[in-house]
Nanobody, 122 residues
Framework: QALVQESGGGSVQPGESLRLTCVAS????????MAWFRQSPGKEREAVAI????????KYDNAVEGRFTISVDWAKDTFYLDMTKLQPGDSAMYFC???????????????WGQGTQVTVSS
């Protein structure tokens, strides 16, 4: 089994919602920070949502502020990204990652999933 595994992506129409799920194995250190990154073809991977895994420190990219929310179910080592009012610009491969420090830099995260595709189109 993968150390980190995302799911929940799909194809939706603008204005609809999706919940992305990120499951971390017991071998993953989830005591620091986690982040949701997204990447579309030909573009750099960008952090859209970052959170201390305790939830006390969260930061969202301006493009998703007020629409995306990180939450966690500690009993299952499962993290969520609730996405609402999805727009075509949100279309991307979404990745879940874990690291020790608050950062927007992918290099600061050392445990990654393989990604789940989100496509928003009319």
């Amino acid at each position: 089994q993968a150390l980190v595994q995302e799911s929940g992506g799909g194809s939706v129409q603008p204005g609809e919602s999706l919940r992305l799920t990120c499951v971390a194995s017991d071998n993953v250190d989830t005591s620091g920070y986690m982040a949701w990154f997204r990447q579309s073809p030909g573009k750099e991977r960008e952090a859209v949502a970052i959170s201390s895994t305790g939830g006390g420190h969260q930061k969202y990219d301006n493009a998703v502020e007020g629409r995306f929310t990180i939450s966690v179910d500690w009993a299952k080592d499962t993290f969520y990204l609730d996405m609402t009012k999805l727009q075509p610009g949100d279309s991307a491969m979404y990745f879940c990652a874990f690291g020790r420090w608050f950062s927007r830099n992918p290099e600061d995260f050392d445990a990654w999933g393989q990604g789940t595709q989100v496509t928003v189109s009319s």
